[in-house]
């Protein structure tokens, strides 16, 4: 089977990792691809902002599957491009994209299907003198979320008034999330711990990967701005069998069914964020494809095929029995730029991955360029730090995962030294 995968972060790296893996795999394509993945298939230079130049390369190449990894091409209509031309893709169709597109729809879509959640109210650009008047109305601390795509830093927890009207403005006046922020949802603050949940549906069926845990804010303890992520852990003891059916049956099922319902069928991997309240599970949010850098710290703990079960969903027909948990732990440490979330510098040399030859160690390149045989920064969140521990012992996987980055320097390099505390220290 010729597979493309999408994308040139940490993410791709690991669904091409994983893919590769595969003993249906005969060719493997990433699309653009960066230093760690040209190990795994072959690299190709397009930018994938041009969905009709991908689609279009893709059939050329008779590729029989593609998986889309960021969100962008999915809410912009790639998966219709590649489907109008016969080709079976992993992700969802421009329509149901929108589930992590639109905010608002998402909302809406559970509040109309009784899909727990947290209270909200939507305001559009127009509607920026009511939002202030609703801000003075409400208890806090408050979310406050651009409606669009912000790159995961589209979501502010204000304490307080000021701090809420701030991030209106933001949003209205300043356009600190470009078109994205013209519509807001103002939403409850829950409370609880976080869980990502990855649903892999045809449609129809579905199954749940093992239970992540990400840490989105930059700072150590949860402070500070939100990122894409600063790290992850599988699984989280936070979700017991127990919990995994509540959630299948009050959010994932019932979301899936919604969609179908509604005329969006969903084909491809479900992001569900959830905060476990003491009400039970609720939806934080929905995205739209795998979740960064969760999908780093899950693949791991899968055996079994990988590349049947996005296949199998990609047809119509999904194999449930394609993968299965395989009782191990996983530990992903981002290490960023200085400055991330905001400025931050490119071109820095990358020293010390050669050193690394530990078989629980994998190493995903995020936001690398490969210069003359060196690895420079080319991005904000540059590395993805990965240990694999074959028993479900977090502290140790977590030792290994910060004993691999302490081989590893660039200038300006940041990490948070606190991925998976929350649950070693529960």
Same mark, same amino acid.
């Given at each position: 089977?010729?597979?493309?995968?999408?994308?040139?972060?940490?993410?791709?790296?690991?669904?091409?990792?994983?893919?590769?893996?595969?003993?249906?795999?005969?060719?493997?394509?990433?699309?653009?691809?960066?230093?760690?993945?040209?190990?795994?298939?072959?690299?190709?230079?397009?930018?994938?902002?041009?969905?009709?130049?991908?689609?279009?390369?893709?059939? =050329?190449? $008779?590729?029989? +599957?593609?998986?889309?990894?960021?969100? @962008?091409?999915?809410?912009?209509?790639? !998966? #219709?491009? *590649?489907?109008?031309?016969?080709?079976?893709?992993?992700?969802?169709?421009?329509?149901?994209?929108?589930?992590?597109?639109?905010?608002?729809?998402?909302?809406?879509?559970?509040?109309?299907?009784?899909?727990?959640?947290?209270?909200?109210?939507?305001?559009?650009?127009? =509607?920026? $003198?009511?939002? +202030?008047?609703?801000?003075?109305?409400? @208890?806090?601390?408050?979310?406050?979320? !651009? #409606?669009? *795509?912000?790159?995961?830093?589209?979501?502010?927890?204000?304490?307080?008034?000021?701090?809420?009207?701030?991030?209106?403005?933001?949003?209205?006046?300043?356009?600190?999330?470009?078109?994205?922020?013209?519509?807001?949802?103002?939403?409850?603050?829950?409370?609880?711990? =976080?869980?990502?949940?990855?649903?892999?549906?045809?449609?129809?069926?579905?199954?749940?990967?093992?239970?992540?845990? #990400?840490?989105?804010?930059?700072?150590?303890?949860?402070?500070?701005?939100?990122?894409?992520?600063?790290?992850?852990?599988?699984?989280?003891?936070?979700?017991?069998?127990?919990?995994?059916?509540?959630?299948?049956?009050?959010?994932?099922?019932?979301?899936?069914?919604?969609?179908? =319902?509604?005329?969006?069928?969903?084909?491809?991997?479900?992001?569900?964020?959830?905060?476990?309240?003491?009400?039970?599970?609720?939806?934080?949010?929905?995205?739209?494809?795998?979740?960064?850098?969760?999908?780093?710290?899950?693949?791991?703990?899968?055996?079994?095929?990988?590349?049947?079960?996005?296949?199998?969903?990609?047809?119509?027909?999904?194999?449930?029995?394609?993968?299965?948990?395989?009782?191990?732990?996983?530990?992903?440490?981002?290490?960023?730029?200085?400055?991330?979330?905001?400025?931050?510098?490119?071109?820095?040399?990358?020293?010390?991955?050669?050193?690394?030859?530990?078989?629980?160690?994998?190493?995903?390149?995020?936001?690398?360029?490969?210069?003359?045989?060196?690895?420079?920064?080319?991005?904000?969140?540059?590395?993805?730090?990965?240990?694999?521990?074959?028993?479900?012992?977090?502290?140790?996987?977590?030792?290994?995962?910060?004993?691999?980055?302490?081989?590893?320097?660039?200038?300006?390099?940041?990490?948070?030294?606190?991925?998976?505390?929350?649950?070693?220290?529960?």
């Amino acid at each position: 089977m010729k597979v493309a995968v999408i994308g040139s972060g940490g993410r791709e790296h690991a669904l091409a990792w994983k893919i590769s893996q595969s003993s249906f795999l005969k060719e493997l394509y990433v699309i653009p691809g960066n230093p760690g993945t040209k190990f795994l298939g072959k690299n190709i230079a397009i930018d994938i902002n041009d969905i009709n130049e991908v689609v279009k390369y893709c059939v =050329e190449l $008779k590729v029989d +599957l593609v998986v889309v990894g960021p969100e @962008k091409p999915l809410t912009e209509g790639i !998966a #219709d491009l *590649l489907m109008e031309q016969g080709v079976k893709v992993f992700g969802p169709t421009k329509a149901a994209a929108r589930i992590e597109g639109e905010k608002s729809f998402a909302k809406n879509l559970m509040k109309k299907f009784g899909i727990p959640t947290a209270d909200y109210q939507i305001f559009t650009k127009e =509607e920026h $003198k009511s939002a +202030l008047e609703y801000l003075r109305k409400i @208890k806090y601390p408050v979310v406050i979320k !651009a #409606d669009g *795509l912000a790159a995961g830093k589209g979501v502010v927890i204000c304490e307080n008034l000021d701090e809420a009207e701030n991030a209106i403005n933001d949003c209205f006046i300043n356009s600190a999330f470009g078109d994205a922020g013209n519509k807001v949802v103002i939403e409850e603050f829950m409370r609880g711990q =976080e869980a990502s949940v990855f649903a892999i549906t045809d449609g129809d069926d579905f199954i749940l990967l093992p239970v992540a845990q #990400d840490h989105k804010r930059i700072g150590e303890g949860d402070t500070g701005k939100n990122t894409g992520g600063m790290g992850s852990y599988a699984p989280t003891p936070f979700v017991n069998d127990d919990m995994v059916k509540i959630i299948s049956e009050t959010i994932v099922r019932p979301t899936i069914n919604a969609m179908k =319902e509604t005329g969006n069928k969903y084909i491809g991997c479900l992001y569900c964020g959830l905060m476990l309240t003491d009400e039970g599970p609720k939806v934080v949010e929905f995205n739209c494809r795998f979740g960064d850098p969760e999908t780093q710290s899950v693949l791991p703990l899968l055996d079994g095929d990988f590349l049947n079960l996005l296949y199998s969903a990609s047809s119509g027909a999904l194999n449930k029995n394609s993968v299965y948990y395989n009782g191990g732990s996983s530990v992903c440490i981002v290490i960023a730029a200085k400055g991330y979330p905001e400025k931050y510098e490119k071109g820095k040399e990358i020293t010390g991955l050669d050193s690394i030859k530990d078989d629980d160690i994998i190493i995903f390149h995020a936001g690398t360029i490969e210069k003359e045989g060196k690895i420079y920064t080319n991005g904000g969140r540059v590395l993805n730090i990965t240990s694999f521990i074959k028993e479900n012992n977090l502290l140790l996987a977590k030792k290994r995962s910060y004993e691999a980055i302490s081989k590893i320097y660039f200038d300006g390099m940041y990490f948070r030294k606190d991925i998976a505390d929350k649950a070693i220290y529960r």
